[in-house]
């Protein structure tokens, strides 16, 4: 049986290694794509390596990535750091949701009131989090957008199928 290392598709190119990764979000984005899959299913794992999604799966690599679909903003440093990880592993980064192309609805509590945020300090102080919530491309490169709250699924496979064929033009 090939590992996930080897794997490659019925032509003999390696699968395209994917990753799904959700930050401060209501991850209405994963569902979506996990739905999506109910239709896609039979295709994609004969393409795509699925390294890391913990929707998917429990034994997750976060190695070198084709392809990271990123949904949510930024609230914390250390959701900056793994961010940035992540960027430096994968040759492709996708803001997915609302959240992750504009921070909001996440990062309502960037737009409060001096009064709303001096009541809400004591909690940003407790977890850690950043002074404001930040939309992805605030802290790495976003090479492709699938905006919506939650994602529009046609605009998804968009994406999906543009990255597809910039990864393997001849596929």
Same mark, same amino acid.
């Given at each position: 049986?090939?590992?996930?290392?080897?794997?490659?598709?019925?032509?003999?190119?390696?699968?395209?290694?994917?990753?799904?990764?959700?930050?401060?979000?209501?991850?209405?984005?994963?569902?979506?794509?996990?739905?999506?899959?109910?239709?896609?299913?039979?295709?994609?794992?004969?393409?795509?390596?699925?390294?890391?999604?913990?929707?998917?799966?429990?034994?997750?690599?976060?190695?070198?990535?084709?392809? =990271?679909?990123?949904? !949510?903003?930024?609230?914390? /440093? +250390?959701?900056?750091? &793994?961010?940035?990880?992540?960027?430096? *592993?994968?040759?492709?980064?996708?803001?997915?949701?609302?959240?992750?192309?504009?921070?909001?609805?996440?990062?309502?509590?960037?737009?409060?009131?001096?009064?709303?945020?001096?009541?809400?300090?004591?909690?940003?102080?407790?977890?850690?989090?950043?002074?404001?919530?930040?939309?992805?491309?605030?802290?790495?490169?976003?090479? =492709?957008?699938?905006? !919506?709250?939650?994602?529009? /699924? +046609?605009?998804?496979? &968009?994406?999906?199928?543009?990255?597809? *064929?910039?990864?393997?033009?001849?596929?």
């Amino acid at each position: 049986m090939e590992t996930q290392e080897t794997q490659s598709t019925s032509s003999g190119q390696e699968k395209i290694k994917i990753g799904w990764f959700s930050f401060s979000c209501c991850e209405d984005s994963t569902v979506i794509m996990t739905e999506i899959m109910n239709e896609h299913w039979q295709d994609w794992k004969k393409m795509f390596d699925f390294r890391h999604a913990r929707v998917l799966k429990s034994n997750n690599i976060l190695d070198e990535l084709d392809i =990271a679909f990123i949904e !949510g903003a930024i609230a914390g /440093p +250390d959701q900056e750091e &793994k961010v940035k990880e992540i960027r430096s *592993k994968t040759k492709k980064l996708v803001a997915i949701g609302a959240c992750a192309c504009i921070g909001l609805p996440a990062g309502q509590r960037n737009t409060f009131t001096e009064a709303q945020k001096a009541e809400i300090q004591f909690l940003i102080d407790r977890f850690g989090a950043l002074p404001s919530v930040l939309k992805l491309s605030d802290v790495v490169t976003v090479d =492709a957008q699938v905006p !919506g709250c939650p994602m529009n /699924p +046609d605009a998804f496979l &968009k994406a999906v199928d543009g990255l597809v *064929k910039e990864l393997r033009p001849k596929s």
